[in-house]
């Protein structure tokens, strides 16, 4: 997408773009000339760039590096760049820039038309959240209720509003009954720490951070939504439209990675407990929060372009209430986001 080595300011990773051209010295004799007229015209040809994706920090994307350190993209015959991010915000202006192909993130941060040029399409179901994403609070608010007045931190995403706007309408809460304080995942949890908010809406790893202090607790979390929060990869419409087959080997040896860890629990949660720099225990108590849908759910949720499937349903709500809180004006259909076809064809 974008020419040129280029760190993404704030964004927490580098895209490394561009690679040399396979024949960039110039031949100076008739002999090299020769040479280079008999090769195969594709050995002429530049090397392709990996596919780009932007991932930030949860734990089931660590799929994404277990797939790259078990080999599982080199047997797919495939190059993939993954390129860390503090936050789904650094994600969003990376691919306004062209810097990444695609990324994963909640599905109705996708739906949402107004910040997309151009608007990508949802190729797989990387996981749904079943606690992974919560409420924190100190110790003394008990209920829903006494949030009234408190200061909550939230990244003012379209998760993060979701979540805020779900949690108050359970509680029977009006946004202007409490203290909403916009701030990025890193920067609420420091502020949870020095007394300056209440409560936090957070995820994993963050929260499993949080609830080891023993004067916090989880409030609420997405075990009081089920099935309301969906992640998904999406990817730019000219790459699959150009690359459509190096994005079915990237989801083949996504795929892989997900029966190692079915397979081999322990093993691969010792392995991507490493990069997050937590235990193997804490890994895993993190990923308990979330499903991991293989291939054949995938299928089943993505259904096809004759019969759509339970994807569809769940953009149809969650687009509804975006456009309802003011979120944005416009949602993509689901039948313009969801792309079955790709894992249809695995």
């Known amino acids: 997408m974008a020419v040129g080595p280029l760190t993404t ?28 007229a008999v090769l195969p015209v594709a050995c002429l040809s530049e090397p392709k760039e990996p596919l780009r994706l932007g991932v930030n920090a949860w734990p089931p994307f660590e799929l994404l590096y277990l ?87 939230f990244e003012e995403s379209a998760l993060g509003s979701y979540e805020l706007e779900r949690l108050l309408e359970i509680g029977g809460l009006g946004r202007d009954e409490v203290v909403a304080v916009s701030r990025l995942p890193e920067e609420a949890e420091q502020d949870f720490h020095r007394g300056i908010v209440d409560g936090v809406i957070t995820y994993e790893p963050g929260l499993g951070r949080l609830v080891r202090d023993e004067r916090a607790h989880v409030l609420f979390s997405t075990r009081d939504i ?10 730019r419409r000219s790459v699959l439209d150009r690359r459509a087959e190096e ?14 860890m079915n397979q081999h629990p322990q093993e691969a949660a010792a392995e991507m407990a490493k990069r997050q720099r937590v235990t ?46 003011g979120l944005t004006k416009n949602t993509a259909p689901a039948a313009d986001l969801i792309r079955p076809d790709f894992v249809d064809s695995l």
């Open 9 to 36: 300011a704030g964004a927490g990773g580098t895209v490394n773009v561009g690679r040399e051209a396979a024949f960039g010295l110039r031949v100076g004799t008739v002999l090299g000339i020769a040479l280079l």
């Open 226 to 235: 089920p099935g309301e929060i969906v992640d998904v990869m999406a990817m």
């Open 247 to 260: 994005v079915r080997r990237m989801l083949r040896a996504w795929f892989r990675a997900v029966a190692y």
């Open 280 to 325: 193997v225990e804490e890994f895993l108590q993190g990923l308990q929060g979330a499903h991991v849908p293989d291939l054949n759910e995938n299928r089943a949720l993505l259904g096809s372009a004759r019969l759509p499937g339970r994807l569809h349903e769940v953009a149809g709500r969650l687009g509804e209430f975006l456009v309802r809180r």
């Open 67 to 153: 797939a790259r350190e078990k080999g599982f993209f080199d047997a797919e015959k495939v190059d993939v760049d993954l390129v860390d991010f503090s936050s789904y915000t650094g994600i969003l202006r990376a691919y306004h820039q062209e810097n990444i192909d695609g990324f994963l993130a909640t599905l109705n941060e996708v739906q949402i038309a107004d910040n997309f040029h151009d608007q990508p399409g949802v190729v797989m179901v990387v996981d749904y959240s079943f606690g992974g994403d919560a409420l924190v609070v100190r110790s003394g608010i008990d209920d829903l209720k006494a949030l009234r007045g408190r200061r909550i931190a």
